[in-house]
């Protein structure tokens, strides 16, 4: 390890002038270190070499390629989880091991195909999650805001929704006779999980009390009625939103003095009790509110299992109270084993979705940590299953404005500074940016010197180009990592919708089945042209 020594009069002496320097000697530092930051393996040519032949011969082994049913299929969808953001989830989980963290592996890297999808709405360059949910869940492109119905309805408009609706790939793998289920670390009405089960025309009517009246008197359903009554055998439904399943005021069991997280709805329902009432006799339906109650679960005895564990969206990973509420990695766990008892197999909807939240407050530490938490779920999914069976894709909705750079130095901590100044400004900057929000700050004229501040604090907001009270989507493609049955038909660049009809041929679910009767039916049909002419050659 580099060490510098500063002489210790001149820190007494101008501690001002020193917090000047700091940067000068960020910069000095790295410098002097910068040949003992690569590991000595990697200064022997053959280390490169090999590891390079190694990737070949994983490479030609992919060219058998598994063509089984998907038994199985899981979707994991990382809210906001854009390239930028994938690396930099990869750098830290390398250094939370104590490691560099560039030649690390998220467990998503691990998976052999890799393609790359078009998030775009219909009506909108830049994306929002709701018509992006449309996409990859239902396989038809929408408009910005609205989920589970086609192009032709619009936003806030519930008079167009009648007609326009469209099914989700939760919809036919429930439709085959597989278990269904849906964990999230939102609220379980929030955009990305409401529209594998709801059709609406705007992705904010939680419950009955966030619609208009006009909407109200057109007939549509807010989205927690719908999660009750529009699939009422979804066998799994896991996350947050407990307020908008209970009449307006009615207090929280968790924060019982709380007025923010009181019921919301109009109606007077409590929905967690009508999502109890309607399962069929003899059936367990279980609902808990707490980690303790999830995990002491008998899952055997469970046929049907709602947690709803804050009052809106679970907390972040890094502020989460270990007691009461679950990770997203044991929510996880718990789904797959329930899932796994039918016979038939199960498709899981997995999202980690506070990654899009964190970067929304400019909070990049919150959402890359949220990052590395659903890539422990996906390395625990892929532990509980096998690729044989299983398909299971990782992908994004949208990215964000969201960038880390600098020209920073090997093992750079992913939350620390560019180890230069602005030679415009003259003070330091963090690696991480973000091209707008609210970390833009101007301290007396000028932009705010972050070594003033604790930018390595978990609710530092990195500073923005342009100042927003929220930062928003970025609109480049999102990556779509894929393993197990039919995984290399995700291979280029595609349309985001075209994910579940990929999804569905590996399952032999929805519309296109054709290919799974052909596979069924007996090969010996298709010898027999080339057994006669092997008779008459032999005659």
């Known amino acids: 390890m580099c060490v510098t020594h500063p002489h210790p009069r001149s820190l007494l002496a101008a501690p001002t002038q020193c917090r000047r320097m ?149 919809r036919w793998a429930k439709d085959a006779g597989k278990a269904v289920g849906i964990v999230t670390t939102t609220r379980v009405t929030h955009a990305t999980p409401s529209a594998a089960y709801a059709h609406s025309a705007n992705r904010d009517w939680y419950s009955d009390g966030e619609m208009p009246p006009d909407a109200l008197e057109g007939g549509c359903k807010d989205i927690a009625r719908q999660l009750v009554e529009n699939i009422p055998d979804i066998e799994v439904i896991l996350g947050g939103g407990r307020k908008y399943m209970y009449p307006k005021n009615v207090s929280d069991v968790e924060y019982p003095q709380e007025e923010k997280h009181r019921g919301t709805r109009l109606d007077h329902r409590n929905l967690v009790q009508a999502w109890q009432d309607a399962k069929p006799r003899g059936k367990v339906a279980e609902y808990v509110w707490h980690r303790r109650g999830l995990l002491a679960l008998n899952l055997s005895r469970v ?53 899009d939240h964190g970067h929304h407050e400019g909070k990049a530490k919150q959402a890359l940590h949220e990052a590395v938490e659903l890539d422990r779920a996906i390395g625990l999914a892929t532990r509980l299953t096998s690729t044989q069976d299983t398909l299971s894709v990782v992908t994004a909705d949208h990215s964000h404005v969201f960038t880390f750079g600098g020209y920073t130095p090997r093992g750079n901590p992913i939350f620390g500074l560019a180890p230069m100044q602005s030679d415009v400004d003259r003070k330091p900057f963090t690696s991480i940016l973000y091209g707008n929000g609210p970390g833009y700050k101007i301290v007396a004229g000028e932009r705010e010197n972050v070594s003033a501040v604790d930018f390595a604090h978990a609710d530092y907001q990195a500073q923005s180009a342009v100042p927003l009270r929220q930062e928003t989507h970025g609109g480049e493609d999102v990556a779509v990592f894929a393993r197990g049955p039919m995984a290399h038909l995700l291979h280029g660049v595609h349309e985001q919708n075209y994910i579940p009809h990929a999804m569905a041929y590996a399952a032999c679910i929805g519309s296109n089945r054709g290919h799974c009767n052909a596979a069924a039916r007996p090969a010996t049909p298709l010898l027999l042209p080339f057994l006669s002419l092997l008779l008459l050659l032999l005659c």
């Open 303 to 355: 046929d049907f299992l709602l947690g709803l564990f804050e009052p809106g969206d679970m907390v972040y990973e890094l502020d989460r109270n270990n007691e009461t509420d679950p990770s997203l990695s044991e929510m996880v766990s718990v789904a797959i084993r329930m899932l796994q008892k039918n016979p038939r197999g199960f498709f899981l909807l997995v999202e980690g979705g506070r990654i």
């Open 22 to 170: 700091k940067p000068l000697l960020v910069l000095l530092l790295a410098q002097l270190c910068s040949a003992s930051l690569v590991p000595e393996r990697e200064k022997d040519p053959e280390y490169w070499r090999r590891q390079a032949q190694e990737t070949l011969q994983n490479a030609l082994r992919l060219q058998r390629l598994n063509q089984n049913v998907a038994k199985n299929l899981i979707l994991f969808l990382g809210d906001g989880m854009g390239v930028s953001t994938v690396t930099a989830a990869r750098i830290l989980k390398g250094q939370l091991q104590h490691g560099q963290g560039e030649e690390s592996l998220l467990e998503m890297d691990k998976f052999p195909f890799v393609a790359l999808a078009k998030t775009y709405n219909t009506n909108a360059q830049v994306p929002d999650s709701a018509g992006t949910a449309t996409a990859y869940l239902c396989g038809v492109k929408a408009n910005e805001g609205t989920l589970g119905v086609s192009a032709g309805v619009t936003r806030d408009r519930c008079n167009t929704t009648k007609g326009q609706e469209v099914t989700s790939i939760l």
